[in-house]
């Protein structure tokens, strides 16, 4: 080969080789902030539904946008470190999950970068949001009815054992929405003059712990990050000392458990993504409403 021919080649490879790290650096760069483990298969059940939402507004990951996971394992107090850390890889958006612990930690870590959450519970009561119909800012995302609904889940409890005088109410105390838990699942007790003891727990063996302590008759599961993750557990623990009990998301029923009622969490993280697709399309959070 002559010495032209392999200068000219050379040169072609290079030129491609910067084409391809320059396109390379502008893909976008989505960050997923999780209260949740690491799931064994990170292309499985929870995320597939974000996927899916991006997918439809024509963002694949690889192809034309990048995924930074973030998983906290359970651990609320890593939350905001973990949202530091995508802030200072100056990712172009933050998708939350699990809860108003990580939407918080985001929001609290920047006011610039693009932030979309998912299962909150009054959003606008912690300051994520000015407004549902106009949020303002950088956040937006998809509330779940969650505290609303505990009068509802007590209603159907009673219909199922209505001879049921004591119920219990499982929570986590570290999750934000403890506390309205536990007082609006009490206005649905005293409604239907039934007595409701409150079952704490922050583990998997407090778990355990708890359900072996209760003497209620039937139990209502709380929603939380912890709780989803373990149901399998819970469900197990129930039949096993025959406590007929209510859940707050449909996976519960899935994988074995009575009734649930609550958010459809695969229908809300689709529409997640999809809110993250129009942002990254120019869409801004201030204009784009919390359903």
């Known amino acids: 080969m002559k010495r032209r021919e392999f200068m000219l080649m ?33 292309g499985g059940l929870l995320l597939a539904p ?18 930074e996971y973030r998983w906290a394992e359970l651990q609320y ?22 809860g108003t612990t990580p939407a918080l930690a985001a929001k609290n870590a920047t006011s610039t970068i693009p932030i979309v959450f998912t299962d909150v519970g009054d959003p606008v009561g912690f300051g994520l949001v000015a407004s549902l119909a106009r949020p303002g800012g ?7 009815l969650t505290v609303e609904l505990d009068p509802k889940r007590v209603e159907l409890l009673y219909e199922l054992v209505p001879q049921v005088a004591v119920i219990a109410l499982l929570v986590n105390p570290r999750n934000q929405l403890a506390e309205r838990h536990i007082i609006a699942t009490e206005q649905g007790a005293r409604a239907k003059g039934i007595k409701l003891t409150v079952l704490k727990a922050t583990t ?27 149901r399998e557990q819970l469900v197990a623990l129930a039949a096993r000392h025959a406590v007929p009990a209510i859940y707050s998301y449909p996976e519960f029923v899935v994988a074995g458990g009575l009734i649930s009622y609550g958010t459809d969490t695969d229908a809300l993280y689709r529409q997640a993504g999809i809110y993250a697709g129009r942002i990254l399309k120019g869409e801004k959070p201030a204009d784009l409403p919390v359903p």
């Open 204 to 230: 998997e063996a407090e778990i355990d712990t708890a359900l072996e302590q209760s003497q209620a008759g039937a139990l209502l599961v709380a929603p939380d990050a912890l709780f989803n993750t373990r």
């Open 10 to 42: 050379l040169s072609a490879a290079m030129a491609a080789a910067r084409g391809l790290r320059a396109q390379q650096t502008v893909l976008p760069v989505v960050g997923q902030l999780s209260v949740f483990s690491r799931p064994a298969n990170p």
């Open 138 to 144: 950088n956040v937006t995302g998809f509330s779940a």
């Open 77 to 98: 107090e890593r939350l905001p470190a973990l949202a530091a850390d995508l802030v200072s890889r100056n990712v172009d958006l933050i998708v939350t999950r699990g």
């Open 50 to 67: 974000i996927r899916q939402g991006m997918a439809e507004m024509g963002f694949v990951e690889s192809q034309n946008m990048i995924w």
